[in-house]
């Protein structure tokens, strides 16, 4: 039998190939490889998709949420809120501004950073906050910006698995001082290798991020700021743009598939992500159940030919990298619950019918229904 893997890029490309291949070939002829015009024209075409002013490409999402954090003026002694159930490029980018990464719990309804914990991780030094909008979720921005205004710290949305989410009307990337964005393949809207974006509705944060992206210059070799090279390439741009035109219909899709998992499995014993219906603005870049068998569920489905994975295996406070942070197990126990019990399910917009029944059968004959 064939098999199913998490994400099948492969089917995507087939579809789109005439269009790509035009695009990158216009790219290779014009050699205009660095910042060239796709990269001006994606930026203010993903800009309007999102509903904000500015979108500054850069070279990945870790990226992007690192230009964010340093343009907003964080730095060392500085402490930053961030989620302990999340991919850990978000707390990454923190300490690359040479910030501590403070961790919150999440909750259990949506896997998001809890607001009810934030005072609790505030301290004199907090400066600013990152949400993290996992699995195409949207936080609970509302208490988290109210939060922020009370103590006067700043938020930067991680939205790296975002693209194209809601909260109530509010785009995920546009409710806060700036959005970080990830273009790795395998995400809603993705590149052929690394890429990344910043969105922000503030004039000033733009410009100094699109000088901090390109060596700090403000024209040819003046450099006004310390910066980096962290360019998104014009040939990923000139995918993206093509790219992008889909992405509305391939979230929808997404939101299909979910009902069709949501009707087959809602009697079954698991834990299933909030439903499309209870949650407009959801774009489920992963499809995530709960169980306590977690660990079988997985080896049953890679057995049947399925490709399921954990996202995320350990919570932040638990990888040897931040041993140093000094947490301990038990310290952020719904982020620790989840680590043992989530599992993704595949789910791509190209996947076929009879392809989510086979989940479905497998997830059910596992569960002995
Ligand atoms: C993918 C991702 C990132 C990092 O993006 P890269 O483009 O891989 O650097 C950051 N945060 C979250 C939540 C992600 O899913």
């Keep these: 039998m064939n098999e199913i893997p998490l994400v099948n890029l492969r089917r995507q490309y087939d579809l789109l190939k005439p269009e790509i291949k035009d695009a990158m070939e216009r790219v290779f002829m014009t050699s205009d490889f660095i910042l060239g015009e796709d990269v001006t024209f994606f930026e203010s075409e993903f800009a309007d998709f999102i509903g904000v002013k500015y979108a500054i490409g850069v070279a990945s999402g870790t990226d992007a949420l690192i230009l964010a954090l340093k343009a907003c003026g964080v730095g060392s002694f500085d402490e930053v809120i961030v989620p302990a159930f999340t991919f850990i490029a978000t707390a990454y980018a923190v300490s690359s501004c040479g910030a501590r990464p403070v961790l919150v719990d999440v909750r259990e309804t949506d896997f998001n950073m809890d607001p009810e914990k934030l005072a609790d991780a505030c301290t004199p030094k907090t400066k600013a906050i990152i949400p993290v909008h996992l699995y195409g979720c949207a936080a609970q921005m509302d208490s988290i910006r109210a939060f922020a205004n009370k103590r006067n710290l700043l938020v930067i949305e991680d939205a790296c698995q975002a693209h194209g989410a809601r909260y109530g009307q509010e785009p995920a990337g546009g409710m806060s001082e700036a959005g970080a964005f990830s273009f790795y393949p395998g995400k809603n809207l993705g590149c052929f290798g690394d890429g990344g974006i910043v969105t922000t509705n503030d004039d000033n944060l733009a410009k100094k991020i699109r ?159």
Excluded at 221 to 228: A, E, M
Excluded at 305 to 321: F, S
Excluded at 330 to 339: H, I, K, Q, T, W
């Design 211 to 369: 000088t901090m992206r390109n060596y700090g210059q403000s024209k040819k070799y003046h450099h006004d700021l310390v910066g980096f090279n962290s360019r998104l390439d014009s040939l990923q741009a000139a995918v993206l743009r093509v790219k992008l035109k889909y992405l509305k219909d391939w979230n929808l899709n997404r939101r299909k598939l979910v009902d069709v998992y949501h009707e087959a499995l809602k009697e079954v014993a698991i834990g299933l992500p909030c439903a499309p219906c209870f949650n407009p603005g959801h774009v489920y870049h992963l499809f995530v159940i709960r169980t306590k068998w977690r660990d079988d569920l997985l080896n049953f489905l890679l057995a049947n030919g399925i490709g399921a994975a954990i996202h995320y295996p350990v919570p932040i406070h638990l990888h040897k990298a931040y041993e140093s942070l000094g947490y301990k197990a038990g310290d952020f126990p719904v982020a620790e619950l989840l680590s043992r019990q989530v599992l993704s399910l595949p789910i791509f917009p190209e996947m076929f019918h009879d392809e989510i029944l086979r989940v479905v059968e497998a997830v059910r004959q596992f569960l002995g229904d």
